[in-house]
Every structure is written in C-alpha cells, then in structure tokens.
C-alpha cells in the first residue's frame, strides 16, 4: 500500500515514523509547505515524490491514501479534495473547525465508500485501550472524567518548538481529543454541555485558558481544564473515577489513582499510539471495513464543540 504524508511537520514525522513498522506500506509522497523541507523529509523516509502541491499528489496513480497533518483550517477541505480524486484518508485531529464543514466530510465519505478516519489518537492509546477493555468487559464503569489539557505556547510555536505558519486552537483542535473519548468510552451520548474562556492572546488572537463541563444521557460527567499558558507539567492528563477503581492516562502510559504502575505493554502489538492508529487506517483499507475513529464515528464530538462554539461567541457578545 502506497500512503502519501501531507504536511511534513513534527506530528508529520512521527506518523512516518508509525507507517515504517507496518508491512507492506510505503511512504509514496511527501507533501509541505516548504520544497526543501519536503524533499528533506521525503529522502528520509524513502519516498520518490516530494513537492508542495497536493493535487499533484493526487494524481499520482499508485497513491492509494493519504494522511493529512496540515494547519486544521485546512482539513476539511483537503479531505474531500483527496476522496474526489478516489484516495482513502486520514485526517489528522481536529476534522474541521466548524460543525458545517465536519458533516460536508461526512457527506462526502458516504458519496465515495471510500476509508475516512479521523485522527483520534486517545482511541488508540495502550492506556486508554486497557481501561476500555475493562469497561467493554463489564468490570469497570465511568461515573465521572476529569481531564486537563496544559501546554505553554505564549508563542506560536509547533511540538518541536519551531514556528507556527497556523494557530492552534483549544476549544477545536484539544478539546476534540477529550470530548470524543468521554463519549466513546461510556458509550453515551453528550445531552448537555458548558464552556467558559479566559481573556484572548493580543497576537494570537485564541483563548489561552478554557473551562468545559459535559454530561452525558446516561448521567457521567466530564470536567476539562485547558491551558496554553501552564508553565509546568505538559500534556494531557485523563482520570477516569469510576464504580471499581480510578485510573489515570497520560498518553500511552497508565497508573491506578495512587499512582501505582499499571503495564500495558500487552495491550496491542505497539506502545505507540500513533503507529496503533495508522494500523488501524491501513487495516481497514486492506479488510474494507469502516475504521475505529472514522469520520462518521467520531462526528458527534464536533456536534457539541460546534455548539459550544456558538455559546462562546454569544458569550463574548455579552461582554
């Protein structure tokens, strides 16, 4: 399978680096803003095409898919562009940034049958996956979540702490990750929901710090702090507080509310969830099958960031 790589930036790379440890894949394009860097990228992964077009891409005839890790104003529109010319794709998170645009892409995955996954990497997690297979097992129950989303970009920078050409957002690129696996693990539907902002970055023009308060129609709850101006620990840090124990994700690792060690090396073949989560994309290409985090799986969680959306800017109007 034939896979081109579409914004070579630093979540770029570490989906490239996934994809060399998945047999029968090959990198066959690497798309980026920057030629240099394209091609830079490209030799190190041992793709023949490079460039900074992706409709050349596109019409490349052994491109089967492709996997996009451009700026989020672009994905919605980049995702239809790549099933109009009949590849499967990958989104990287956030689908879209408004709730119109997220269901155009749903559309247009039912017009074409073609393979649309989102980029929903905590699915994907061994951590995240331990704690589901004990729910899916009946031995584990949410009563409530409380996640914290805490980062330090005063300036734009990217995971490498190299310059943005795009600004990150809280509430549709951070949010999606948590308000996606609130839903997904307790297999509930969001009923209500609340979000407050802090004041917006002079420069930036986004929210630095965000407070979300969610409810499910099965009665869960979910509390979630985010922060671009948390000059601490980083990352995002998941509690799950339920019927039988507590537990706490932090990316691909897990320990039970006291803090003791849990192994989740047996979980699935890899530790790294993006490599579980390109698995996954080219799994369900090979077997024809609709992927965990497909587009149509993951569209509710853009429903309700889309209303939150519009409650914040009916908030802002109030000031």
């Known amino acids: 399978m034939k896979i081109a790589l579409v914004g070579a930036g630093a979540f770029g790379e570490k989906h490239l680096a996934g994809l060399k440890n998945i047999e029968g894949v090959e990198i066959a394009s690497v798309v980026s803003r920057k030629a240099e860097q394209a091609a830079e ?15 050349e891409t596109l019409a490349l005839p052994d491109v089967d898919a492709v996997i996009l890790c451009t700026p989020t104003q672009m994905h919605a529109q980049q995702a239809i562009a790549c099933m109009d010319a009949g590849k499967h794709v990958q989104v990287e998170i956030p689908l879209a940034d408004s709730w119109a645009d997220a269901q155009a892409v749903a559309e247009k995955q039912k017009e074409t049958g073609l393979v649309c996954m989102v980029g929903h990497t905590r699915r994907f997690n061994p951590s995240h996956q331990w704690v589901k297979q004990r729910i899916d097992a009946g031995e584990f129950n949410i ?11 005063r300036k734009n920078m990217n995971a490498k702490g190299e310059p943005r050409s795009w600004t990150d957002h809280l509430l549709w690129h951070h949010s999606a990750h948590t308000i996606d696996i609130f839903q ?40 979630l702090a985010l922060s671009f101006n948390n000059d601490g620990p980083l990352g995002t840090f998941f509690r799950y507080i339920g019927d039988t124990g507590t537990y706490i994700a932090r990316y691909d690792d897990l320990v039970t509310g006291r803090e003791e060690p849990i192994d989740v090396s047996g979980v699935d073949v890899s530790i790294n969830g993006i490599e579980l ?22 569209l509710d969680c853009y429903r309700v960031i889309g209303e939150l959306a519009a409650s914040l800017e ?4 109030w000031s």
């Open 184 to 223: 997904y693990m307790t297999d509930a539907k969001v009923i209500a929901a609340n979000a407050l902002q802090g004041p917006k970055h002079a420069e930036l023009g986004i929210a630095m710090d965000m407070s979300i308060q969610m409810k499910t129609d099965q009665g869960q709850i979910l509390t």
């Open 143 to 153: 009563q409530a979540m409380d996640v914290e989303t805490f980062f330090f970009r």
């Open 314 to 317: 009916a908030q802002d109007g």
């Open 277 to 298: 989560q390109d698995r996954e994309f080219v799994g369900a290409i090979r077997e024809g099958r609709e992927p965990n985090s497909s587009v149509a799986g993951v």
């Open 41 to 55: 990228v490209a030799e190190k992964y041992g793709a023949s095409h490079s460039g900074t077009d992706l409709a």
